[in-house]
Nanobody
Framework: EVQLVESGGGTVQPGGSLRLSCAAS????????MSWVRQVPGKGLEWVST????????YYADSVKGRFTISTDNAKNTLYLQMNSLKPEDTAVYFC?????????????????WGQGTQVTVSS
């Protein structure tokens, strides 16, 4: 059974940091591009970042470039998102997603696997 389980969300003040984790199981982690996609309540999905660990290539949305860092620990089949200098507009549910092949997409149906999400709230 394929599982993507996110953790690490919470409430933080503007300017603060959080690290999200996504534990993957049930598929060959190394063969997949792993992504973070977020959703603000009442709005659509926004692609945040993608990593293809086979080549170590990383990709970021302009809105998070320079503040967020995506990484993986392939020995633990875990994806991370280090989020620094957080802003109120980063408030969203963050989803982990996997695709066999690189895409930079916010469309859920384009991914092979999708997690349940973790809430991030940035507020003073």
């Amino acid at each position: 059974e394929v599982q993507l389980v996110e953790s690490g969300g919470g409430t933080v003040q503007p300017g603060g940091s959080l690290r999200l984790s996504c534990a993957a199981s049930g598929f060959t982690f190394d063969d997949y591009a792993m992504s973070w996609v977020r959703q603000v309540p009442g709005k659509g999905l926004e692609w945040v970042s993608t990593i293809y660990s086979y080549t170590s290539n990383t990709y970021y949305a302009d809105s998070v470039k320079g503040r967020f860092t995506i990484s993986t620990d392939n020995a633990k089949n875990t994806l991370y998102l280090q989020m620094n200098s957080l802003k109120p507009e980063d408030t969203a549910v963050y989803f982990c997603a996997a695709k066999e092949g690189i895409i930079l997409s916010s469309r859920r149906y384009e991914y092979d696997y999708w997690g349940q999400g973790t809430q991030v709230t940035v507020s003073s």
